[in-house]
């Protein structure tokens, strides 16, 4: 029953994640419907072509007979077949084109006889009403000559004359079809991001962890817009993503809570002091759940360090918004061999304490060999309960290579339905071969309803693979 029950959460995660996958793309769908509906409409308008059409009809009866009395109907219906086909033929069609002087009469004919009667409808369609209506003009003042051959005895006579056509039978209804094409292309352009969203191997929800990565799930984190006052946005003024703010969401303090509480139980398990925090690709959200996991522990009533040793991108002070000069960067330490006698600032009078860094490197390598760095987190690892390491995510540089040699254990964020399953493995794979192997992975902005769905904030049992 459990079982049934999971695999229709799985089913429905799925889902949603596909709809969030389109949701994604809904302006690059629009844009390219849009495309289309114009292309469309430009090759609508550059090939057609207005046929216009010119009908009459004619009664077929046999001479010596009362037009309005038939004696025999069979024999009138098949005078009528024959006056058909003498409509019809190509004696006829060359006669037509010599009258108007034409080498190729470029018209289209029909000629139907109107069921168990002797009446015939003749229709010519052409390009322009005007040669609609001299071809059909012709037919009815040339037929003759070719009919006295063919059908002897017979009377035809006209009963309804032609007219000059008003309007083309195929008007262009260009806004109906831009709209037709424009719905077909959005509606194709959907179904295959859905297919490719189906296929594409991510971590979709939080049971595919298990069965899909060679690690364990810490915990899940619940998707959190980082801002949600358009006022903010328009000002590029975004909330603090800190569990400590009053305007973060219940759901989201508390998986965050959670996943570090049960980070802070497979270290001390391991006996690990020194955590290094990474993701496989950017905007993972790793240098968020490193700070709230410090902030977490330090919560707890231990001493904790937050090193920020991302060289590439440092997003540490931007999250605790420090905007102060008086302490020293560990770029100026590291780089400039400034002193590190203020590397070291402590977060409103809390257990926790941090090492931040404002400025991008480009002589990493020089960094990580320094002796300046192993000696700092080495009187942190001395002095503090946890030292918690945000590092470069691993895809991009090998940074985090070389810091991993220098920690403890490491934990790997990874943001739902966002990088390949493959490249999660192997970044798992990398870590485990240094000092600082991986004791499991935190699944970052998954939805409320894949929060719902294994219980407990994200839990729900499925914490992966053990070691």
Request: hydrophobic share 40%; proline share 2%.
């Amino acid at each position: 029953m459990e079982e049934r029950i999971d695999n229709e959460t799985v089913q429905q995660i799925d889902l949603i994640s596909m709809l969030k996958d389109i949701g994604r793309e809904w302006l690059t769908i629009l844009l390219l419907a849009i495309a289309a509906a114009l292309f469309a409409d430009i090759w609508i308008c550059a090939t057609y072509q207005p046929e216009y059409r010119t009908s009459t009809t004619f009664v077929v009866t046999a001479k010596g007979m009362n037009n309005n009395i038939y004696q025999n109907l069979n024999s009138t219906k098949e005078l009528a077949s024959q006056f058909t086909e003498i409509l019809g033929s190509n004696v006829l069609k060359k006669k037509v084109a010599q009258d108007l002087g034409m080498n190729n009469l470029n018209v289209k004919t029909s000629v139907d006889l109107v069921p168990e009667t002797n009446l015939i409808t003749f229709s010519v369609k052409a390009g322009t009403a005007a040669e609609s209506y001299r071809v059909l003009q012709s037919v009815m003042e040339n037929y003759n000559t070719v009919s006295d051959y063919a059908i002897k005895n017979v009377i035809i006579e006209t009963i309804q004359q032609p007219s000059v056509a008003m309007a083309p039978i195929n008007p262009l209804d260009e806004k109906r079809t831009v709209m037709k094409v424009f719905v077909v292309a959005a509606g194709c352009l959907i179904a295959l991001l859905a297919g490719i969203s189906y296929i594409r191997d991510t971590i979709k929800n939080p049971g595919e962890v298990s069965t899909k990565l060679d690690t364990r799930l810490l915990g899940t984190i619940a998707y959190e817009k980082k801002s949600k006052a358009l006022s903010m946005k328009r000002k590029k003024d975004y909330l603090s993503m800190l569990i400590q703010n009053p305007l973060r969401s219940f759901a989201y303090v508390e998986s965050s809570k959670m996943a570090a509480s049960r980070v802070r139980s497979y270290m001390d398990k391991e006996d690990a002091k020194v955590l290094l925090v990474t993701s496989v690709m950017e905007n993972e959200g790793k240098s968020t759940v490193a700070a709230n996991l410090a902030l977490s522990l330090a919560q707890g009533g231990s001493r904790v360090m937050l090193i920020d040793c991302d060289f590439r991108k440092p997003a540490q002070y931007k999250i605790f918004n420090v905007r102060d000069n008086e302490e020293t960067d560990l770029g100026d330490v590291l780089i400039n061999h400034a002193s590190t006698e203020k590397i070291i600032r402590n977060w409103n009078n809390s257990g926790l304490y941090m090492i931040l860094n404002k400025t991008s490197s480009n002589a990493i390598e020089t960094l990580l060999k320094s002796m300046t760095l192993k000696q700092i987190i080495a009187f942190c690892r001395e002095k503090m309960d946890y030292v918690v390491i945000d590092t470069s995510p691993l895809a991009l540089v090998a940074d985090t290579e070389e810091l991993a040699q220098m920690t403890d254990a490491s934990v790997l964020v990874v943001r739902q339905d966002t990088v390949l399953t493959k490249d999660i493995n192997d970044a798992i794979d990398i870590l485990n071969n240094t000092r600082g192997k991986v004791l499991g992975c935190i699944l970052n902005g998954v939805t409320s309803q894949n929060m719902a769905g294994s219980g407990h904030y994200g839990y729900g049992g499925h914490y992966g693979k053990r070691a």
